[in-house]
């Protein structure tokens, strides 16, 4: 049985998985860390979205065994303890989540949009959030809450 | 999923070892189509194998008139080489407008090719530009490499090495997406080469094909305009719920014009 390495969300982690586990089983069945949500689980929505070495990806469309050696950012790694992330603060601020299923996806790759673009336009916004899908918001007010976590970020750069 | 071995080697010559010595052990690339067709059983590899390890499979150079990137870049850095976007911008543009970010944080060139999707975009800029495709053991020009639905002309476990496009005066790609997938409903990538013009369509047909008449007329006259008589033909193209034959003959015409307008 293959054993995978990895770092999440800073702390050293290894598990003995099969050729075939997603990355996401590990994240949530292994770990315990189910703030990363599977919606699809074929690719589409994007509520399983972390980071692998600092880019989004799909975790359920990445096997564990591809994240060996990397360092993998979920939802839970964020936050300062109780403070939240920018983006995190955002989105609460803006209302840009009603049931909250798809919100740690959108945050995520959220995130990883503000580290390249510090201020997207509502255009570049949309765009991004191609791969992520909400049955709730209508996505008006997420795209207004990724625009302001975007810039409260690089403010507290 | 079925259970599958993994393997990650390091080297080209290690990877084709572990395909050539099981006919049942598949090629992984950035997984972004293989993972999904391995989770609805359409597949069942004894072995998986990833190319991930393998560094020969990257890196983009430009020189010589000349784009070659290696079959393991991902579209995203593609889509973000400063090399790349000065010296063919179409394709730089038409790698980030493939999927969403995520998909294009993972999927491969080599992947894109390699599976020869309908509707993908890649296949579009090799034939329109007239690409070599590099395997581990020939040069296959893509005139000769496109050969029908999710079909190539690779042998089985014949790994693809890079890709060279030849820089053309003027090239740009037009895709018309299928709004909920991103794929191309109608993808046309035009080219002005020093030998004529070449026109590529993907997501209309069963699989990408040149556009012979288009071509024709473009390299008489490299305008729009050009195309103003010029009608492709529905016979044989892709009809579902998303449109008919008749509606993608027509998408053609419209993103012909438009890329050329765009070049
Ligand atoms: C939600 C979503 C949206 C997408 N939208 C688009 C889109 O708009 N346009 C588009 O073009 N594509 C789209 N794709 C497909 C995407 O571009 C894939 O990345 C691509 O088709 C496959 O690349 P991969 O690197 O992931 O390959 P993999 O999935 O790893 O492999 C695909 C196939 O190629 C073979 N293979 C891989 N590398 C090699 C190699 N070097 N030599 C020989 N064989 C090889 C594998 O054995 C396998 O059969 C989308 C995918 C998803 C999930
Ligand atoms: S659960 Fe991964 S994309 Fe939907
Ligand atoms: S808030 Fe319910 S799916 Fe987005």
Redesign the pocket.
Known sequence: MPKVSMTVNGRAVSADVEGRTLLVQVLRDKLALTGTHVGCDT??CGACVVHVDGKSV?SC?VLAVQADGASVTTIEGLAKGNELHPMQAAFKEHHGLQCGFCTPGMVMSAVDLAQRNPDPSEHDVREWLE?NICRCTGYHNIVKAVQAGAKAMAAAK | MYEFAYHKPASIADAAKLLAADGDA????????????LKQRLAKPSAVVD?SGVKE?GGISVGGGKVTIG??TR?ADVAASADVKKALPALAALAG????PA?RN???I???I??N?P????PAACLGLGATIK?DKREIPADAFFKGMFETA?EPG????AVTFPVPEKAAYMKF?QPA????LVGVFVAKTATGARVAVTGAGSSVFRWKDAEAALSKTWSAAALDGVKASAAGLNADIHGSAEYRAHLIGVMAKRAVEKA
């Open positions: 690719s589409q799909k469309t791969g | 598949k090629a992984m690339a950035g997984g972004q189509t293989l993972i999904p067709t190319l499979l079959a393991m579209h407008g493939i999927g969403d998909v993972r999927g491969t080599g992947g894109s390699a599976n999707d509707a993908a975009d890649y395997t690779l014949e790994l693809i090495v997406d997938s991103r794929y191309a």
